[in-house]
């Protein structure tokens, strides 16, 4: 059962402007929150975290947002660039992100010049 | 520095044949792990280890073994290669310390078992 999910497999976005990557988890457990980038062929890199404890975190043009009463987060990506064209993964962690981690099955993000 | 590196990139398999994946990285951390991804799926947890000589059980262990001899090397072992094996595996490591969370990953070992 997929405990993280990304319902969305696809978004289109125009250069400049912003893209929101969602996802939605089930474990109530869940206080560590990450989200990576991934090109084809390459492995994942990570892209900016966020604790059970804080609601927002900004990071130069990302940010994510964390509703724990509706077990939702969010990527802000502004503004898009056609770098930022690949998959993005979110994943949870119920122990603090130090042991077991669980993914989203990936949003593919394309930027349009 | 190489960060997380994976050997081989790719590889064919027969049914019931053995292998061993080799993970290895160079930023000194403590934690490493081993997924698989498949289509339509995200990554799964298969095994991971929190340190030297440790490994414990993820998400989808089954069919697998791993051994964390060295600090620096994870390895993925299959006994008996099957078709439902034939996946994408990642490799990666963490600090797995307060704040130090992410993981690093390595490119990726693509596994066909025919």
């Known amino acids: 059962d997929q405990q993280v999910k990304q319902n969305s497999p696809s978004l289109s976005v125009q250069e400049g402007r912003i893209s929101i990557l969602n996802c939605d988890y089930t474990n109530s457990m869940f206080d560590y929150f990450l989200w990576y980038k991934k090109y084809p062929a390459e492995g994942p890199t990570f892209l900016i975290s966020?604790?059970?404890?804080?609601d927002k975190n900004e990071d130069g043009r990302f940010t994510v947002f964390l509703n724990k009463s509706a077990k939702h987060l969010s990527l802000h990506i502004v503004p898009s660039q056609p770098g930022d064209s690949a998959v993005y993964f979110c994943?949870?962690?119920?122990?603090?992100?130090?042991?077991?981690?669980?993914f989203g099955t990936g949003t593919s993000l394309t930027v349009i010049p | 520095n190489a960060g997380v590196t994976q050997t081989p990139k790719f590889r064919v398999l027969k049914t019931g044949q053995s292998m061993t994946l080799l993970c290895a990285q160079d930023m000194n951390h403590e934690y490493m792990y081993w997924y698989r991804q498949d289509p339509g799926m995200g990554l799964r947890l298969i095994h991971y280890s929190v340190g030297e000589g440790t490994t414990a059980k993820g998400e989808v262990p089954d069919g697998y073994n791993v051994s964390r001899l060295k600090k620096q090397n994870f390895l993925l072992g299959l006994e008996s290669a099957a078709p439902s094996q034939t996946s994408v595996y990642f490799c990666?490591?963490?600090?797995?310390?307060?704040?130090?969370?992410?993981?690093?990953f390595g490119p990726g070992t693509r596994l066909t078992v025919t």
């Open positions: 990666a490591s963490s600090y797995g310390t307060e704040g130090r969370y992410e993981q690093y």
């Open positions: 994943a949870a962690s119920p122990d603090r992100g130090g042991n077991q981690f669980y």
């Open positions: 966020i604790s059970s404890i804080k």
